[in-house]
């Protein structure tokens, strides 16, 4: 199964089959506050260096957040789409829980979009999913309801299902949903990565979609997150995710070395292409 996202020139597919497609995180204000003023202040140089430099880094697909305290994010979140369209042709993916910022930024945002995100929430189903429709967007769709957060994974699978019926209802093919199984901390309950990747498995297994996963989540709390957010997405990737909201610039060579090892990269190709991209180290004097 394939989704194909459009940038302004450039198209992405998600595929089941394929390569893991990188979302770049970093447009995101939550814990950087040098963001969080430039985009209160609407000085936006910065948020289109970080565009350039997460394409750079090899991510395929930018998410874009504008939400801090007090923000119009209705005003805000389509000016921040406009500027990362106008120096980056991957596609967008807009992340924002506010329907009106949604279908303003929609109305802006040049190709075939990402939304992030639905969920099984009727409140959430009822806003979102008209809007994909309409504008012909792709959506992901967390496995979480007016219940919360299920604690196993068939339950998990249960609310999958019920947001890929929903979008069916309303002509929203599951091609152009990509569920995301959601992730806990392990530092609170050492079951909780366990039960994602059981949950990945599953729905895989059970409808043959895409999976996204946001893998930072799981090492909240715990010494040396970058080394358990690697593993935990070398796991992942093993399971069946093949698309990742992710920090470019510091996984996106676990990222390609997992593809690498499970057959996906014929002849080493995008992994070498990866590291021969990397700024080189300058020669150290004798």
């Given at each position: 199964m394939q989704t194909i996202l459009k940038g302004r020139t450039t198209e992405v597919h998600i595929d089941t089959g394929g390569q893991v497609v990188i979302i770049g995180e970093r447009i995101n204000p939550t814990g950087r506050k040098k963001l969080a003023a430039a985009l209160t202040a609407r000085d936006f140089g910065l948020v289109r260096d970080l565009a350039?430099?997460?394409?750079?880094?090899?991510?395929?697909?930018?998410?874009?957040?504008?939400?801090?305290?007090?923000?119009?994010?209705?005003?805000?979140?389509?000016?921040?789409?406009?500027?990362?369209?106008?120096?980056?042709?991957?596609?967008?993916?807009?992340?924002?829980?506010?329907?009106?910022?949604?279908?303003?930024?929609l109305q802006v945002v040049p190709g075939k979009p990402l939304v992030n995100s639905v969920n099984g929430e009727e409140k959430s189903l009822a806003s979102v999913l008209p809007l994909v429709r309409d504008r012909g967007a792709a959506v992901i769709g967390l496995v979480m309801d007016d219940g919360g957060i299920p604690k196993e994974a068939a339950d998990r699978a249960r609310v999958a299902s019920k947001i890929l019926e929903r979008a069916a209802k309303l002509g929203i093919p599951p091609e152009d949903v990509i569920i995301d199984p959601l992730v806990l901390s392990v530092g609170a309950d050492t079951t909780a990565g366990l039960v994602t990747l059981q949950t990945i498995e599953l729905i895989r297994q059970?409808?043959?979609?895409?999976?996204?996963?946001?893998?930072?989540?799981?090492?909240?709390?715990?010494?040396?997150?970058?080394?358990?957010?690697?593993?935990?997405?070398?796991?992942?990737?093993?399971?069946?995710?093949?698309?990742?909201?992710?920090?470019?610039?510091?996984?996106?060579?676990?990222?390609?070395a997992t593809d690498l090892l499970l057959s996906h990269d014929e002849y080493a190709a995008r992994y070498i292409a990866y590291f021969r991209s990397l700024p080189k180290e300058p020669a150290q004097s004798a």
């Open positions: 350039r430099a997460q394409v750079q880094a090899g991510a395929e697909v930018l998410d874009v957040n504008v939400g801090i305290a007090g923000a119009d994010e209705e005003r805000l979140l389509p000016e921040v789409v406009k500027e990362v369209a106008s120096v980056v042709d991957v596609p967008l993916c807009l992340d924002t829980p506010n329907p009106a910022a949604l279908k303003a930024a059970r409808f043959g979609v895409s999976i996204n996963l946001g893998a930072s989540n799981v090492s909240f709390g715990l010494p040396d997150r970058h080394t358990i957010n690697q593993a935990f997405l070398a796991l992942a990737i093993g399971r069946g995710a093949n698309c990742v909201i992710s920090d470019p610039l510091k996984l996106t060579g676990i990222i390609r």
